[in-house]
């Protein structure tokens, strides 16, 4: 079971993908997460990805490639994994799917068509600057305001999750990550799914497209 999962910044892919992976027992894996164990682990691969990002700049997509490919090959994934975040451009998708024995099976989208709708959800948000859970102030709301329920931490609207940053997130994701949808249409493992519903029916639709 190879599942990516696509759709704009806010759309819900990290939740889904989360809950995905703890039902059928396969990792959660996003680039963010490869960079910072390998960054902290000291190798090879990492320290030439901290030497872009040292510098202010993006990790180069044959590099982010390597690191996928070395993450997707541990044995936690031998029964599949759920990518977050990865691919983001047509030459990172082609280069998953010319790998031998690791060709993607199955892409997922929680699509959310109307911009106005991530922007409000991601205006939600709340981090906790203690040990960086999230919460949003509708839709998974902490039991006592602007504290975390995990370590009685302060919540924040990120920056990342400002309106003015998301609307800039979203005209990046409409310009570079968006053909990766007609890229995967093309192939024919495509499957949308509407994410402007509550959560829990999301994840229900997914569970009944994965067939299990």
């Known amino acids: 079971m190879k599942i990516i999962m696509l759709g704009a910044p806010g759309a819900g892919k990290g939740t889904q993908a989360k809950q995905i992976a703890a039902k059928y027992e396969i990792p959660h894996i996003s680039t963010g997460d490869i960079f910072r164990a390998n960054i902290k ?11 872009f990002m040292d ?15 070395d993450r997707i090959s541990k044995p936690d994934a031998a029964k599949g994994y759920v990518l977050d975040g990865f691919p983001r451009t047509i030459p990172q998708a082609e280069a998953l799917t010319g790998i031998r024995d ?4 199955g892409v997922q989208t929680c699509a959310l068509p109307i911009y106005e709708n991530i922007v409000h959800r991601m205006g939600g948000r709340r981090a906790c600057i203690g040990c960086g859970a999230t919460y949003h102030v509708e839709f998974n709301a ?26 800039k997130r979203l005209s990046v994701y409409h310009a570079q990550t968006q053909p990766l949808i007609d890229y995967y249409k093309k192939a024919n493992v495509l499957v949308e799914v509407d994410g402007t519903q509550d959560i829990n029916v999301v994840f229900q639709d997914i569970v009944k497209i994965l067939g299990a």
Not at 102 to 105: A, D, E, F
Request: proline residues 5%; negative net charge; aromatic residues 0%.
């Open 41 to 51: 682990e000291g190798t090879e691969l990492g320290k030439k990805a901290k030497a």
């Open 55 to 69: 510098k202010g700049e993006l990790v180069p997509d044959e590099l982010t490639c390597d690191l996928v490919v």
């Open 142 to 167: 902490p039991k006592v305001e602007d504290v975390c329920d995990t370590c009685g931490g302060e919540l924040v609207l990120r920056d990342d999750d400002k309106p003015e940053t998301v609307q």
């Open 102 to 105: 690791l060709i993607v099976t």
